[in-house]
């Protein structure tokens, strides 16, 4: 345990904006901490340096052995509740059908004959032909729901479509598709609004019941903070979790900040939500959720051109026209922030036409820093429009993990160019960094950095750049970067310790300590909340 006052030294603290006061050339190696705020950023033995000549001290000092100290990393947007109980639940990422039929059986095998069996992760590469027949060979009584990696389609035997009360003479909804066979039947593959219950009902369980909610929220941030995560963008969505979060903060249990998101489609619960006993700076009123279409892998992102192998395919509309623009003036003008799901060109395009047009008639959309979630295909014309209307894109680097999949839905021009880190920088767009947990199959920001930073292609970025999106720019997509994102006096003490140097590449070209970095330990407000040890990790 750390006291109050400590200085950490013998470490790299690497320059990534103008608020250090540190010239470059003479880089910092020794910070100290003051009640969980950067009180002093310098050299050992500099003039002004809590440090004599001989590295005496009345506050105690800890050698972190000449390892690179960044910021903490912020997640913009994870599910943590779900990322906790995902730990529990069969992971079915990159399985194919044999696979995928060998885990459920097990788990089949495993839980109580009334509970539903879930799975999470598959995806039509390694599992092209879902359907309910493969898992009616599980079970035809026991209800299970197989969900899409995505999170936007899921795969159900018959039980459940019976539960769902799903046949041949069930209407699509408006947001939503039933997939159906040659006969009219449902093949258990349902996409978007279709899916929506499922999704309701696990989140439902989850927040009816307080010991169940609050362990599930503790699993997900002891994952997180493991790998340099000191503040997360939650889509708590039910108030059950921001309220389980306050109790968990009273009870100093609480290992990162969190900013906890409400749903739009959800009012009940967003206005349940209001009356969560937030606070400044470890449980925060974030922005209201907005989903305007799907996803590339269940294609239902909304596209300008349809996509490969499905001329009359270009994605499915979920909030769109002029009930996205009402929505918008809504939050615009009680000033507050709105997180939009927008994945395809087009729908970027129908977000930036009711922003457009709000602006044009005076609303003070800029103020409220809108965000569009994602945002992995962008129009070349669409990059500038962006900037001008002052629209933050908050985007999750993990996507790019699957590129010939991509190659096969988009096609090749539009596969090069989606996911456009470089040109939205280029064009003065205010991006962010985080993982979309469990949606994606990683969460870990060294990993997210790699991925953008090693890409192949014009999209390709600095590390400089991709830390910056994950520290300040995430800190300015929730509106905290006065107080924390970046290592400067006064500014949070929310740190990640890693084992190597990073920024290595963009000095040298030797990419070796970006694929070897680790992280060694994780402080949040100064306090040491993961170390890694000879052992594996500690947790205090």
Request: glycine share 10%.
């Amino acid at each position: 345990m750390l006291p109050d006052n400590y200085i950490l030294s013998n470490i790299n603290v690497p320059l990534l904006d103008s608020e250090t006061q540190i010239q470059p050339g003479d880089e910092a190696n020794a910070l100290q901490v003051r009640n969980g705020i950067i009180v002093w950023v310098g050299r050992a033995g500099a003039q002004d340096a809590p440090l004599d000549a001989a590295g005496r001290s009345a506050v105690l000092v800890k050698d972190l052995g000449g390892a690179t100290v960044l910021p903490g990393f912020i997640d913009n947007h994870v599910h943590l509740a779900v990322t906790g109980d995902l730990a529990s639940q069969p992971r079915l990422n990159g399985m194919n059908a044999a696979q995928i039929r060998e885990v459920l059986r097990q788990r089949h095998a495993e839980i109580t004959p009334r509970e539903t069996l879930r799975g999470y992760g598959w995806d039509y590469p390694t599992w092209p032909d879902p359907h309910r027949s493969f898992l009616d060979e599980i079970s035809t009584d026991r209800p299970i729901v197989l969900f899409q990696f995505s999170g936007h389609a899921a795969c159900v035997n018959g039980a459940m479509l019976r539960k769902l009360g799903i046949d041949r003479n069930t209407p699509d909804p408006p947001d939503g598709s039933i997939e159906r066979d040659e006969y009219g039947e449902p093949t258990g593959i349902l996409r978007e609004g279709a899916s929506r219950p499922l999704h309701v009902e696990r989140m439902r369980r989850v927040n009816r019941d307080r010991r169940l909610v609050e362990h599930l929220l503790e699993a997900g941030q002891d994952v997180l903070v493991q790998h340099g995560i000191t503040s997360v963008g939650d889509n708590t969505w039910y108030a059950g979790s921001a309220f389980a979060l306050t109790r968990l903060r009273r009870r100093g249990r609480l290992r990162c900040r969190v900013s906890s998101w409400s749903l739009g489609s959800a009012p009940r619960e967003r206005l349940l939500m209001r009356f969560a006993p937030y606070d400044r700076e470890y449980v925060r009123r974030g922005p209201v959720k907005y989903f305007l279409d799907g996803a590339f892998s269940s294609h239902t992102a909304l596209l300008l051109e349809p996509y490969i192998g499905e001329p009359n395919n270009h994605g499915t509309p979920v909030l769109h026209g002029q009930a996205l623009q009402q929505q918008l003036l809504r939050l615009t003008r009680r000033g507050r922030q709105g997180a939009f799901h927008a994945i395809g060109d087009a729908a970027v395009r129908d977000f930036l036409d009711a922003v457009e047009n709000l602006a044009a008639r005076g609303e003070p959309t800029r103020e409220c820093r809108h965000r569009l979630e994602h945002c992995q295909l962008v129009a070349a014309g669409d990059m500038t429009r962006l900037a001008r209307l002052g629209v933050l894109v908050a985007a999750q680097p993990h996507a790019l993990g699957s590129p010939e999949k991509d190659k096969q839905l988009l096609g090749a021009e539009r596969a090069e160019r989606a996911y456009p880190y470089r040109s939205l920088l280029d064009s003065g767009v205010a991006l962010s960094f985080g993982s979309d947990s469990p949606a994606e199959a990683g969460f870990e920001p060294l990993e997210g950095i790699r991925l953008a930073c090693l890409r192949p292609g014009p999209e390709q970025i600095t590390v400089r750049e991709a830390i910056q999106c994950y520290t300040r720019g995430s800190a300015y997509a929730e509106g905290t970067e006065n107080w924390k994102g970046s290592i400067a006096v006064g500014k949070a003490a929310d740190l990640a310790v890693l084992s190597h140097d990073p920024l290595e590449l963009d000095r040298t070209g030797d990419d070796t300590p970006l694929r070897q970095a680790e992280v060694q330990a994780t402080f949040v407000a100064g306090k040491l909340m993961y170390e890694r040890t000879a052992d594996g990790w500690y947790l205090p």
